[in-house]
């Protein structure tokens, strides 16, 4: 099993939203160096999650995890996602994708984003 | 000195999409009881921004911390945010009111996203 790992943004129309999330791939592989990491944004931003999806099947992953990096999982994480997956595993045969909570969800993202806040304030 | 904390988001149309911010503010109150927290939203959501600072004050904070729970930092970050608290300094002379940095510009916190995305890859 070959695992990718895919950043799901919104995406906009200023190149320097995306920093973030160039900032978070390269902390992944810092933290892990073999990990294979792709940004894939839902729209107005380059490259799509389609691409990511590509590029990840290319280099032979065919486990991915699919990280929405989203506080709060309205409509893009909850109907545009799941349609995404179900391209993305339609194109791929094998490939297998799977979804994570999103940031706001995640219980350990919480109490992590309650420290900062509480540092930051201490 | 008394401090407060300033969540402050976007905001939107599906009351759902408060839910992180709910859940942020329990989380850091679980982790430090005497905090005072409030939400504020930018825009479609209550409170709004400046009804956060006007509870805060109202109960005798004097020190208020603005922690933008965004992950990129665009416009609403960096034009808007200013001018609110401007106008919440202007309203609440003797206020003091400090933004730092969002959530995906900390260290601290792209470090704990991309922990969580390797753990949840695992």
Request: hydrophobic fraction near 50%.
């Amino acid at each position: 099993m070959k695992q990718g790992i895919v950043l799901f943004g919104h995406g906009s129309r200023n190149p320097a939203w995306a920093e973030p999330f160039h900032l978070l791939r390269s902390e992944i592989e810092k933290q892990q160096p073999d990990a294979q990491v792709e940004l894939g944004f839902l729209e107005l931003m380059e490259p799509s999650f389609a691409d990511a999806i590509d590029r990840l099947a290319a280099s032979g992953a065919n486990d991915v995890v699919v990280v929405p990096v989203f506080i709060s999982a309205g409509s893009h994480v909850r109907e545009d996602l799941p349609k995404l997956t179900e391209a993305a595993m339609a194109s791929h045969p094998g490939l297998r994708v799977r979804v994570v909570p999103s940031l706001g969800e995640a219980p350990e993202m919480l109490a992590a984003m309650a420290r900062y806040a509480l540092q930051a304030a201490g």
